[in-house]
């Protein structure tokens, strides 16, 4: 009888952590994040896209993650997966002769580029006005060239 009580009690207590591991590894802390690039100038080329997650990789352009996209109707769209919840800034630039680069005559850029937050830029992409939070859901950001 004991043993059958002591075999019922490590049963329920099974089940009970079980279902408290099932509740644990149900609460999201990872998200997707899609960016959508809008008003590209040409179909040509890609759209290179770094996502970082302090502002000194952003200063460094050490991206966190990066993606390229294929640009269809002037448009492109990526899906960033897996992203953990912080603080975060995308930018991107249309590589339209796909040498890899963000190419400048002098110091002005001849290929558009952006960051989330849509800022009015003149100069390089600023930390703090491109950063957004990751919480508890899955984003999507329009980026207008």
Do not use: R, W
Not at 91 to 97: G, L, M, R, S
Not at 125 to 143: G, M, R
């Amino acid at each position: 009888m004991i043993k059958l009580l002591l075999a019922l009690a490590l049963g329920l207590l099974n089940l009970f952590i079980q279902a408290q591991s099932t509740i644990v590894n149900s609460e999201n802390t990872s998200f997707d994040i899609t960016v959508k690039v809008q008003n590209i100038s040409s179909n040509k080329g890609k759209v290179i896209l770094g996502l970082y997650n302090s502002e000194e990789n952003f200063n460094k352009k050490m991206a966190f993650s990066g993606k390229i996209g294929t640009i269809n109707d002037f448009k492109s769209e990526v899906v960033f997966t897996n992203v953990p919840k912080g603080t975060y800034a995308i930018i991107c630039f249309h590589d339209e002769n796909e040498n890899n680069q963000m190419d400048f005559e002098g110091f002005m850029p001849t290929e558009d580029y952006g960051a989330t937050n849509n800022p009015n830029i003149f100069g390089p992409p600023q930390y703090n006005v491109s950063k957004f939070e990751v919480k508890d859901a899955n984003l999507t950001f329009e980026i207008f060239f």
